[in-house]
T-cell receptor, first 112, second 112 residues
Framework: KAGVTQTPRYLIKTRGQQVTLSCSPISGHRSVSWYQQTPGQGLQFLFEYFSETQRNKGNFPGRFSGRQFSNSRSEMNVSTLELGDSALYLC???????????FGQGTRLTVV | GENVEQHPSTLSVQEGDSAVIKCTYSDSASNYFPWYKQELGKRPQLIIDIRSNVGEKKDQRIAVTLNKTAKHFSLHITETQPEDSAVYFCAAREGGSYIPTFGRGTSLIVHP
């Protein structure tokens, strides 16, 4: 069974630009969550999608958005990038009745 | 919402020593407590978890204890080895949610 796949692995963007990150969950998993990881701040929850609907949202500004497609693949978008958005962005998928969150390798975003 | 505090942020031990990481949570409705290990440059992976109807769980050199009354839980690693060096995250999840709330992580360094 293939794991959670995130693309791209690395990105360098300029302040003010926008970026789109992609996450393909484990086959059959309908819940996809996104996290921002920075040194000292741990894993901060961005949002969760389930069956194409945003079910939960963390405390991030509206510049951070996401969506989920009918095949459960999810994208997150960050508009008007700021230097502070530099981080590792992780997505995780959870299957029905399953408690374990399976993480992708992450996308390392650097804003210059 | 749930709030998870994790201590210490950094833990340095000698090979063969024991290591203890402690977490507290705020939401008494939380009933699932996973621990994730993230090696350098890799994705977080579940190493052990415990449910609120259990006080302790062991898996070889690692164990987790839970005190529901005090709302705290701990990870214990015995006979530490250099390959135990990683960042460890505790998390708490309320029963009706798919979303765990993570602590800020503990960087464990095991010196040979």
């Amino acid at each position: 069974k293939a794991g959670v796949t995130q693309t791209p692995r690395y990105l360098i963007k300029t302040r003010g630009q926008q970026v789109t990150l992609s996450c393909s969950p484990i086959s059959g998993h309908r819940s996809v969550s996104w996290y921002q990881q920075t040194p000292g701040q741990g894993l901060q929850f961005l949002f969760e999608y389930f069956s194409e609907t945003q079910r939960n949202k963390g405390n991030f500004p509206g510049r951070f958005s996401g969506r989920q497609f009918s095949n459960s693949r999810s994208e997150m978008n960050v508009s008007t990038l700021e230097l502070g958005d530099s981080a590792l962005y992780l997505c995780a998928s959870i299957g029905a009745g399953n408690t374990e969150a399976f993480f992708g390798q992450g996308t390392r975003l650097t804003v210059v | 919402g749930e709030n998870v505090e994790q201590h210490p942020s950094t833990l340095s031990v000698q090979e063969g020593d024991s290591a203890v990481i402690k977490c507290t949570y705020s939401d008494s409705a939380s009933n699932y407590f996973p621990w994730y290990k993230q090696e350098l440059g890799k994705r977080p992976q579940l190493i052990i978890d415990i449910r609120s109807n259990v006080g302790e769980k062991k898996d070889q050199r690692i164990a987790v204890t839970l005190n529901k009354t005090a709302k705290h839980f701990s990870l214990h690693i015995t006979e530490t080895q250099p390959e135990d060096s990683a960042v460890y995250f505790c998390a708490a999840r309320e029963g009706g949610s798919y979303i765990p709330t993570f602590g800020r992580g503990t960087s464990l360094i095991v010196h040979p």
